[in-house]
């Protein structure tokens, strides 16, 4: 019999998208003629007819499941299904866990009755919470003998651990399963714990979690997977809604989508996947691509084959990966391949910069056709690049730049202007602090002289406003020196006539102390009578009052803002939930205290939802890792593949997670060896060659520095095709 569902396969920018909702248009032109010309009022449908592939949409009014690898895709892919159907059927565009978080919840009664649970609504923990409360829950437990066994410090072990639960979970393994899978992976390994210890601790963990409605994700796939797909209620209730799935990039789905598709082809829905054998960009972060690869056989395979159109595929990839591999070949890279090489890194990263704003300056290529791919971008290496950029007028767009909520200064600020509200927070703000809020919470903003020419530059960073301070840094350090008064439990702040010589601060600077002033004061006063709901609405009073003020924040602040309201929101819902199981005698603001130490640890980052800005694409020079150019599924004119020489490039951009290789379904719980791994990154140095080339249309740069940061010399596996490079631009070419 033959299969209605396809298997897409093809590599990178092959065309795989496009045919996906092909199909999916296809079936859907079926079912319109189905729907004139088949349909009989005896049997519902002519005896033989060609169109059961897809089952009658209009007639049960089932819904199609579409699924992407990460959130942006997903809206991108949900879009173009939508657009081109002209919004007459119901798409539900999910990623894997998405989808899975939306179904627990869904049907929550459902896991009430078969794990007696205890009736309360379900409340999904951030990632950051997770940790925090995990490490509260095993402190006891974890001792310095057992930090010392593991070589990591508290935080780090903690994390480690959670991730062994959701790589078990996304694998479809129960939670009381992974001490046996660790015990034969681990083997005789003495530099880690005791597989039944981690698996003890895990166990306390998820049942303390359910106990009080917490879910996390590796918690929420595992009552998916393991309760909620062979419960029978469910899968009716989920064939009916669901009579056709579209999942794109299955390279990147956990092995548990595979039992959801399994389970609908069984039921009669269709089918459209697509499969990229260069890709699997989260092997080792909970994908399978492997395990993926065999539903493969309950459909109709379609092969794309041909490179991608302008691309540099075809013409480099075969040298590159020959190149890596032996590295013994004499082989010279084509004009295509250049080189930038210096001695420091430091040299690299202006040169880079350098080279990027003379081809955009000379208008040989625009900002938007070039990208910087690195494997890791530390913070040095980001701040020098966006700051020479900026000052030639050149925007940069770091994507999905995820640096802490903390390294942000009105973040700071508006921290510090909490300690000053609430009682028994004055160890947690200095002279420092309150010269920095200061100046934070005194800007004002003031049109560009055209405001036209200012619109037409919205890329740019300052493009809508030119934001000043009426408090400048040297004032509010004056005025933190001789007006901050420290307490333990009630800091406060002096009216700016205590400093002697306050007639230096000025007019414009001392209305605007006194404005802050006032303010705190009244805040202070509706808060000893109860009249604040929460720090909350306190955080979003200062925001409407300070930096808000009816005008358009640049996207990054405004991004951190939301971010923060949104991290303050979840942070006392799930206090309130943990109240309500088991009250506890603390201070009144003992959860402000916690709330502020866990920012100052950097645990949070800004990545609001939406995490793009709305309009469209910024034409700026994209800043980004490998793992997350490769995610982004991005291609540009101009690559420039910085820190050529490090070793990182085999790692992909992006850690692996502690025993990850032990729950992949094809060798599940077996040892991973160091041949297993050497193999592993040479094959993940293949795909990333190949993937990255298929990204790019004229030009690549290898950008080489002779040391690294830390002064050790670099010797990564791409050095072979820095060494192969004809092209090369040196600190003297530049100079």
């Not at 299969?3 to 045919?19: D, E, L, Q």
């Not at 040299?347 to 791919?373: C, D, G, K, Y």
Request: charged share 20%.
């Amino acid at each position: 019999m033959v299969s209605h569902s396809v298997w897409i396969v093809g590599t990178s920018r092959s065309g795989k998208t496009a045919r996906l909702v092909e199909q999916f248009c296809h079936w859907v032109k079926l079912e319109n003629q189905y729907n004139e010309s088949f349909y009989t009022k005896k049997s519902g449908r002519k005896k033989g007819s060609h169109v059961s592939e897809f089952l009658h949409l209009k007639q049960t009014d089932p819904g199609v499941l579409v699924l992407a690898a990460n959130d942006d895709n997903r809206r991108e892919l949900g879009d173009i299904i939508v657009t081109s159907t002209f919004g007459k059927y119901p798409v539900r565009a999910k990623t894997p866990l998405g989808f899975f978080q939306d179904e627990v919840i869904l049907f929550w009664p459902l896991l009430i009755n078969s794990l007696n649970l205890k009736a309360q609504f379900p409340v999904r923990l951030r990632p950051e919470t997770e940790q925090e409360l995990a490490t509260k829950l095993w402190r006891p437990q974890l001792d310095e003998e057992i930090l010392r066994i593991a070589g990591v410090n508290e935080s780090r072990l903690v994390r480690r651990i959670l991730d062994l639960l959701q790589l078990a979970a996304y694998s479809g393994t129960p939670c009381e399963d992974i001490a046996q899978i660790l015990a034969r992976g681990l083997g005789e390994n003495t530099t880690t714990l005791e597989p039944e210890f981690l698996a003890c601790l895990l166990l306390d963990w998820r049942n303390w979690c359910l106990e009080r409605g917490l879910l996390t994700y590796g918690i929420i796939t595992e009552l998916y997977s393991q309760y909620l797909l062979s419960d029978r209620n469910y899968q009716q209730h989920l064939t009916k809604r669901y009579q056709a799935v579209l999942a794109d990039d299955v390279d990147d789905y956990p092995s548990v989508a595979r039992l959801l598709f399994e389970l609908l082809l069984d039921r009669g829905a269709v089918g459209a996947f697509s499969y990229n054998p260069d890709g699997a960009v989260r092997l080792g972060l909970g994908a399978d691509p492997n395990y993926l690869e065999g539903l493969a056989e309950r459909c109709r395979v379609e092969i794309l084959t041909g490179p991608p159109p302008e691309s540099l595929s075809e013409q480099l990839t075969k040298q590159m990966v020959e190149l890596v591999t032996e590295p013994m070949v004499l082989l010279s890279l084509p004009k295509t391949v250049h080189s930038i090489q210096t001695t420091s890194r430091a040299q690299l990263l202006r040169q880079t910069a350098e080279v990027i704003a003379n081809a955009i300056q000379s208008q040989q290529v625009q900002p938007e056709e070039v990208t910087i791919i690195a494997p890791g971008l530390d913070a040095i290496a980001r701040y020098t690049l966006v700051e020479i950029l900026i000052k030639q007028n050149i925007p940069v767009e770091s994507l999905n730049d995820q640096r802490p909520l903390i390294s942000s200064p009105i973040i700071r600020a508006l921290l510090t202007m909490l300690a000053l509200v609430y009682p028994g927070l004055g160890r947690l703000v200095d002279r420092d602090a309150v010269a920095e809020m200061l100046v934070v919470l005194s800007r004002k903003q003031q049109l560009p002289e055209n405001s036209t020419d200012a619109m037409n530059r919205v890329s740019t960073r300052d493009a809508i406003h030119r934001i000043s301070t009426n408090i400048d840094p040297v004032r509010a350090g004056l005025i933190a020196d001789y007006c901050f008064v420290p307490h333990p439990d009630r800091p406060n702040l002096l009216p700016v006539s205590t400093f002697e010589r306050w007639d230096r601060i000025g007019y414009a600077a001392t209305t605007a102390y006194n404005e802050i002033l006032e303010w705190l004061e009244q805040q202070r006063s509706q808060q000893e009578l109860r009249l604040i709901p929460s720090p909350i609405s306190l955080l979003d009073r200062a925001i409407q009052r300070f930096l808000w003020n009816g005008s358009n924040l640049p996207y990054e602040q405004l991004a951190a803002l939301r971010e923060l309201l949104e991290t303050a929101q979840h942070y006392w819902e799930i206090d309130t939930r943990l109240r309500q199981i088991a009250p506890v005698e603390t201070t009144p603001h003992t959860t402000i205290i916690e709330f502020i130490q866990l920012l100052r640890r950097g645990t949070i980052t800004a990545n609001p939802y939406p995490v793009r800005p709305i309009g469209g694409a910024r034409k700026a020079v994209t800043l980004a890792t490998i793992f997350q150019y490769r995610s982004s599924r991005r291609s540009h004119r101009w690559h420039f593949w910085l820190d050529a020489g490090s070793p990182l490039w085999a790692k992909g951009g992006a850690a692996t997670l502690f025993g990850a290789p032990f729950f992949l379904r094809d060798r599940l719980g077996e040892p991973w060896t160091a041949e297993d791994e050497k193999l592993a990154e040479e094959q993940r140095l293949q795909r990333i060659l190949t993937d990255l080339l298929s990204r790019v249309s004229e030009r690549v740069y290898l950008c080489h520095s002779d040391l690294a940061v830390n002064g050790q010399e670099q010797l990564g596996p791409l050095l072979p095709l820095v060494n192969a490079c004809v092209t090369v631009i040196s600190e003297s070419t530049v100079n």
